[in-house]
């Protein structure tokens, strides 16, 4: 099964709008997270987001690029400063190939927390749009990191040049989430 981590994409500050939408620049960091993930063969059944607008936004660009059966649910404890311990409950109830997008710190600590086992200080950092690729083995009952992206890395691979200008995908924003 792989699970893979997204910090949402890049938000408006607080102060110009106190909900956080995506920029257009973070709406097309998801369309290139979600090109991406699909160009690696990822085929999630559902994308979990955190209850903040710019989660599930994020979680709905992303969830373009895959199948109509791709389900989008709202999940609770994916907020800064929510329990670790409560999440890693609800993430061992998660049977196949999932997307996670949620904020810092409570991504990071997760990841350590699945990969290490142990309350840790966190060797990751997280920025909006990018994500840890997380894959558990079945029989050794393990966690292991298959990659860790970040959207500048993206940025590269997915901006198609045209006439001197970068040529961007627009993908519309539905509402189609679910509560867990």
Not at 130 to 138: F, P, Q, V
């Amino acid at each position: 099964m792989d699970l893979i981590l997204v910090q949402n994409a890049e938000a408006l500050p607080k102060e110009q709008n106190p909900d956080r939408p995506l920029t257009a620049q973070g709406i097309n960091t998801a369309s290139q997270l979600g090109n991406f993930l699909k160009s690696m063969g990822l085929n999630p059944k559902k994308i979990y987001h955190s209850p903040k607008e710019r989660s599930q936004q994020t979680a709905e660009i992303i969830g373009r690029f895959f199948s109509n059966k791709v389900k989008l649910h709202l999940f609770k404890g994916l907020l800064p400063g929510d329990s670790v311990s409560d999440l890693l409950k609800e993430i061992k109830k998660i049977k196949e190939d999932s997307i996670i997008v949620g904020h810092e710190p409570t991504l990071s600590k997760l990841a350590v927390r699945l990969l290490v086992r142990t309350k840790i200080s966190s060797f990751f950092q997280m920025e909006p749009g990018c994500c840890l690729w997380l894959s558990y083995d079945n029989e050794t009952k393990e966690w292991s990191l298959r990659g860790f992206f970040r959207s500048q890395s993206l940025s590269v691979l997915f901006d198609n040049r045209v006439n001197g200008r970068t040529k961007r995908s627009k993908i519309p924003i539905n509402q189609n989430t679910q509560t867990l």
